[in-house]
């Protein structure tokens, strides 16, 4: 459950995230984080993810990060479900 104080940055992700995109997502993150603890990773206008780009959202959520599945297409969805960085870890 949130804290009173949760006050989230969005970070919006687009297009695709890969081995091309590490720079700009890992500087967006530092952004957000540098802002709030709490970072929601949207992913709604994300094209195509690989394999680069679930290690970059996996160390996100290490640190605390969510991610918003709601309106992302299908399949990142399913990478993503595949992956299981979206499960809680036993």
Known sequence: ???AD???VTVRLEGEVDIGAVEHVVHELARAAAISDDIVIDLQDVTFI???GIGLLA???NKGATLLLDGAP????RVIELSGI???LA
Do not use: R
Not at 74 to 77: E, L, T
């Open 59 to 61: 160390q996100a959520l």
């Open 86 to 88: 979206n499960e809680p």
């Open 1 to 3: 459950m949130p804290s």
């Open 50 to 52: 690989d394999s680069t």
């Open 6 to 8: 949760y006050n989230p």
């Open 74 to 77: 299908d399949h990142v969805k």
